[in-house]
């Protein structure tokens, strides 16, 4: 595929991760997903039942011949926590892979980073693809590389706030110095123009949820961030140009007529 987004050998056509939460139903996920075009799909294994055939399952909404399903560990408060929700998850979905969240403070959701270097640490030995949910510091990124990431997924903003992009400068150093693995923004998008800067500043890739999920008309905004997405990562790789403090002129003087 055409620049491919590839995490932990996985290539990827989309660049648009998203989550499954907060819709009105099943079917309403299902046509969010599809409309987005995203192929890695997360799922709360704490508050999503993906496992009981006995009552309603998200799995049997979607097309799993053509989605990475992404257990997310959402919900945990220490790395124990964290490490066994993503071992059940592996066991019930026959699935390596997670989304490791482990929350330190429960109004503002911002991860406990050192459990989170713990957990991340811990899942990698035993061969999970870790997908950490951090904070925008670079030292943070640079030990989670250390510990076994696959990929590096720091904040826009808090969980579900819609604040957008609030540290341009850190996500640009992140962009610099994070080349190992994917750099994605996880978290505190809002509406697609989000989408579009954080492609636009280098991210690899964006996960969201609420930002479509609670849009007016979540259809509508699932399809905007697909193009949202798609934008910024041209615009990104066509190179933007120099800010000018003042005007130059469209059309060159020379040949002018008097």
Known sequence: MEDALVIAGRSLASRLL?????????????????????????????????????????????????????????????????VRTARLAREALDNPWVKLEVIGDAATLFPDTAALLTATEILAREGFHVLPYTNDDLIVAQRLLDAGAAAIMPLAAPIGSGLGIQ???????????????????????????????????????????????????????????????????????????????HASASSPLTGVIA
């Open 167 to 245: 540290n341009t400068a850190a996500l640009r150093i992140l962009r610099e110095r994070i080349t190992q693995v994917p750099l994605i923004v996880d978290a505190g998008v809002g509406c697609a123009s989000d989408a579009t800067r954080a492609m636009e500043l280098g991210a690899d890739g964006v996960l969201m949820n609420t930002a479509i999920a609670a849009a007016a008309h979540p259809e509508s905004m699932a399809r905007a961030m697909n193009h949202a997405i798609q934008a910024g990562r041209l615009s990104y790789l066509a190179g933007r140009m120099s800010a000018r403090l």
């Open 18 to 82: 998203i989550g499954t939460g907060k819709y009105s139903s099943f079917e309403q996920t299902a046509r969010c997903i599809q409309l987005s075009g995203a192929e890695v799909v997360t799922v709360a294994v704490r508050r999503v039942n993906i496992t009981s055939r006995s009552e309603k399952n998200l799995l049997d909404y979607l097309d799993l011949s053509k989605l990475l399903i992404l257990p997310n560990t959402a919900g945990c408060y220490t790395a124990e926590d964290a």
